[in-house]
């Protein structure tokens, strides 16, 4: 049974900055694509960043030249930089593979972003 274990959210101001982590417990993490995903209130779980096992990245349109997704295979840990963060970011953050069968999520992380 995999875990994945989100930290670092909290309550910043807007233009603020956050860094999330996500420590994956999985030996072959290195071969993983992950991904980050965030539900806000009232809206459907949305992909808005992932990695594949060789580095590359994708960042959903609306986080792209904000938000920076790397990774850490030795840590197996998925990290996620969020800088001039927008009230319209506040949601809970989780970390997951980017498709494919699902691990079973994470308690996911609380990012609120007051304007």
């Known amino acids: 049974q995999v875990q994945l274990v989100e930290s670092g959210g909290g309550l910043v101001q807007a233009g603020g900055s956050l860094r999330l982590s996500c420590a994956v417990s999985?030996?072959?993490?290195?071969?993983?694509?992950m991904g980050w995903y965030r539900q806000a209130p009232g809206k459907q779980r949305e992909l808005v960043a992932r990695?594949?096992?060789?580095?590359?990245?994708n960042y959903a349109d609306s986080v792209k030249g904000r938000f920076t997704i790397s990774r850490d295979n030795a840590k197996r840990t998925v990290f996620l930089q969020m800088n001039s963060l927008k009230a319209e970011d506040t949601a809970v953050y989780y970390c997951?593979?980017?498709?494919?069968?699902?691990?079973?999520w994470g308690q996911g992380t609380q990012v609120t972003v007051s304007s």
């Open positions: 999985r030996s072959a993490f290195s071969i993983l694509a």
């Open positions: 997951n593979v980017p498709e494919g069968i699902f691990f079973s």
């Open positions: 990695i594949s096992s060789g580095g590359n990245t």
